[in-house]
Structures are given as C-alpha cells and as structure tokens.
C-alpha cells in the first residue's frame, strides 16, 4: 500500500510519515498543491491524505482535478478544526473521509485503514508470500489456492507479519497490534499463537523466524 501525503507543515508530516511507515505502508510525501497535482497523475498511489490549505494550489482544487480526470483514488482530507465548509465543499467534491485537526495518530490510522481496506481500481487487497495469499477484505487465507484454516489469533497475527514481511516484529507490538482486533492478548499467548501459525504455514514453505530478544520475522520469499 502506498501513499501520498500532501501536507505542508513539515511538523505534521513528518509524524503522519512515522507513524504510517511503523505501520507498514510505503509513504511519499510533497508539501505543495502542485506537486500533489502532478504526483497523484502517475497513479501510484493507493490514497492520498491531502492537507486543504496548500501553498501553490489548495487541496479542494487538487481534489477537484483529480477527480475531473475520472480518478477514483481514495483521498482523505485534513481540515481545520473550524473548517465546516471546506469539509462540506472537500466531500462534495468527492473526498472519501475527512479529519479535522488535530487529531490522534491512532484515528488516522484507523481511518486509513478504512480507506485502503475499501480499495480502488487497481488494488486488490490481497498481500503475497510465494504460494500463500491472504485476502485483507475477506480475511481469507489460502496456500496454492487452497483455503488455510487460522483462528481469528493466526490470521490476526498473519496478517501483521505480511504487512510487515522482512522486518522484525517485537512480541509488545504484536500485542498492541492484535488488540486493534479486539482481543486481549498477552506476550506468553503470543508465542504460542505464532508457534501455531508456523506449523500451518510449514506446509506453504512460509517461515517465520524468531529473533532472540527481539521478536519475529517473516522472511520474503526466496527469489524462484
Ligand atoms: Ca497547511
């Protein structure tokens, strides 16, 4: 998943590209209207977090464009805590959510989620590991098209591990992560948990590696 934030107060950025990065997105950002403009007409973006008061270019007229290009990119705009209007004007003009500053991190990010789960053209939701697929919509896990059974736990924990392939995910993380999925979870439980989705992951040649001290890791795919 891969977004655009357009946001000129380098402060607010630099949080929201943190914190989205943490979470496992790939972020780029431009504190221009004009760059947005040019930026979101390559299409490689999956949303756009667009700052409505941009210098060179306000944020309704580079939602206005990008949709008079017929574009159904997913854009969720960020609005002064007074801004009513704009926000009625942004969501007439075909914003998908908006959040009105300042807000927490963890709104964003919920609200992201939201955007990003829903798709556009061209997203399918699905993330891949070699012969295993994992549907984010539909929670549905498969090994060579096979359906996989997982727990809501297993698949709850797969799911972060492929949004996070290649990189080390502390067990504290993981807790705080699952939670998201409305359960309570403790460390201890975590292991546990990932010693069972290892086992029914053997079979798809997907490998979870434990990294003493420090966590767990999915290793990507071997090159074929
Ligand atoms: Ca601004």
Not at 109 to 119: D, F, K, Q, Y
Not at 160 to 185: N, P, Y
Request: charged share 30%; glycine share 12%.
């Amino acid at each position: 998943m891969r977004i655009l934030i357009a946001e000129d107060d380098a402060i607010m950025a630099d949080g929201l590209t943190r914190s989205l990065r943490q979470s496992g997105y790939v972020v780029d950002r431009v504190g221009t209207g004009l760059e947005a403009d040019g930026a979101v007409t390559r299409g490689e973006f999956d949303l756009l977090i667009l700052d409505l008061g941009l210098p060179k270019m306000g944020g309704l007229e580079v939602l206005r464009r990008l949709r008079a290009r017929q574009s159904r990119l997913p854009v969720l705009i960020l609005t002064a805590l007074d801004g009513v209007n704009d926000r009625v004007r942004g969501l007439d003009l075909g914003a998908d959510d908006y959040l009105a500053k300042p807000f927490a991190l963890g709104e964003l990010e919920a609200r992201v989620r939201a955007l990003t789960r829903r798709g556009s053209a061209g997203v399918s939701g699905v993330l891949r590991h070699g012969e295993l697929s994992y549907d984010q919509v539909g929670k549905v896990t498969e090994i060579r098209g096979k359906p996989l059974e997982l727990s809501a736990r297993e698949t709850g924990l797969l799911e972060i591990l492929l949004q996070r392939m290649g990189r080390i995910v502390s067990k504290e993380q993981l807790v705080e992560r699952l939670c998201e999925w409305g359960e309570e979870v403790s460390t201890n439980a975590i292991e546990v948990y990932v010693h069972r989705l290892r086992k029914k992951l053997e079979a798809g040649g997907v490998r979870i590696v434990t990294v003493r001290g420090l966590g767990y890791c999915l290793e990507k795919p071997k090159s074929p």
